[in-house]
């Protein structure tokens, strides 16, 4: 294992504490395992119902990166960065066959048969009372996921910034997804080492936006 794959994680404070949002990236790869780590980290992620609609798509090959920084309006950290997650959501997912979720559920002990005949039909039914709102629930799983992907990514000793200037059917064009008019892209992450650090902008005080049981009555802290 080489030696940057041997740090030791921060805290989830600390990781929180310190992230920034970097826009400049060393060339340097990540050590397979500790992709393979970040993913696994990323994927623990909870979803609605655990059906887990999300398609992650790690972005590593130079001409996929260049392709997608083109998608981008030519951000420069996807092609800098060694790899780039796009996070896409897939409105449908509650619709298909969600039997290797019942039973790994089951083998796990986390369901019993009785939540799984109940999800076999609540599922659906949720799925279908959302209506055109399924976009949008699917979306926020998918940033869910790619929360826990930054500051995993933190707690490794990577950094990352969350992308939201892209212009969507190009991105899907180049993940292979052109002909599925349902999935949604909900961001881009590119995940490398910081070439330079950035500093905390800071925050409004929390009685500017965090309210107490009403929007006006402040949280004071």
Known sequence: ????????????PTAIAQRRSIKTFKSDPIA?????????LTVAAPSSFNIQDWQIILVQDEAQKAALSAASWNQQQIVQAPVTFVFAANPNAGEQDLTPIFEQA????????KTVDYFKSAI???QGGLGDKRREYAIKDAIIAATHL????????????????????KVKEVIGAA?????AIAVLVPVGYAAEPRLNPGRLPL????SVDRIGNPYQG
Do not use: H
């Open 207 to 210: 009685s500017y936006n965090v």
């Open 32 to 40: 397979p395992e500790l992709l393979k780590q970040l993913v696994e």
């Open 150 to 169: 930054v500051l995993a990514a933190e707690s490794l000793g990577l950094s990352t910034c969350f992308m939201n200037g892209w212009i969507e059917e």
């Open 124 to 126: 659906p039914q949720f």
């Open 179 to 183: 002909d599925n008019p349902d999935l």
């Open 1 to 12: 294992m080489s030696p940057i794959t041997q740090i030791q994680p921060l805290d989830v």
């Open 106 to 113: 089951l083998q796990t002990g986390a369901w019993n048969d």
